[in-house]
């Protein structure tokens, strides 16, 4: 009888911004940033499986994406095996991607964190989480932060995390606007207000609005949110018409877009909210009842 391939399966979950204020540019061209960001339930699917000595080869399900050394996943899985010098290492990696790209949920960052994590555990490597960090924080300025998920403040260009208790589970309706944006197009648009005064307070304590039994978790702030509208007509518009749909519950751009969501009450109250905006943003947008996760979910995810 033959053996079942083995193989590591991981879930790499998208995140949202709750807060985030860009303190200033640096010379080398980056941002320095003050965030706060949670990771929800919605995910890529990556598989490992035994490949020849030395190949790395990644597939995914989705036509036209990169899956030579440009791609995140390729690149994580390489410097991995650099790090610890043993060329032999291989894998064939399924990628089955669900997150949108270009929408400011942090997929790619998410999937070569998990390529990371998984990857050490698959060629049974013993890679102290600070290496890990350092090898992150090179990839991409968001990739850090998914090693610490699920909540966690992060600052310098994004790679300086600081997790933070507390994860709670919120109903979120997500929309993706159908539109990818580029992040650097709006970092480097000269759009940003580094003018005016910084809100550096990330963190506040749960806001409670009495009247209609809403809270809010943090003090919800986007200053790239300006900047996206400006350079992305069409986001802004959509934006609107959320705004308005939402009828007061708190709406809020993630990271640079184009993504977006709403906070609702409850699960109802964000089932009621995604069969408005399913109507009103019919496809390629996409519309998706999440919720944020906190550390026991993010604990289920890593043993399976
Ligand atoms: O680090 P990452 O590859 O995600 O960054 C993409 C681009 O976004 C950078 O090349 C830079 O233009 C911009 N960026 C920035 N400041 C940050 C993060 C990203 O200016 N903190």
Redesign the pocket.
Known sequence: MTQPTPFVERLAPAKINWFLE?LR??DD?????TTVMQTIDWCDTLRFYPAPAGAISLTTNVEGLEVDDSNLVVRAAKSLREFVGKPELSARIELDKDIPWGGGLGGG?SDAAATLSALTEFWELSVPLPDLMVLASEL???VSFFLSAPLAKCE???ELVAPLEGASTYWLVMLWPGMAVS??AI??SGKIDLTGPRHNRYLIDTEYDSEDQRSTPFYLFNRLQAPCFECFDAVRKCFCTLTTLASGRPVLLSG?GSSMFVICQDEADGRAMRAQLESQFPPPARVRLCRTLDRATTTTWRSQ
């Open positions: 860009i540019k640096r061209g980056f941002h320095d940033l960052s991409g300025s968001d310098g260009r994004g992040t650097p970092y480097q640079s």
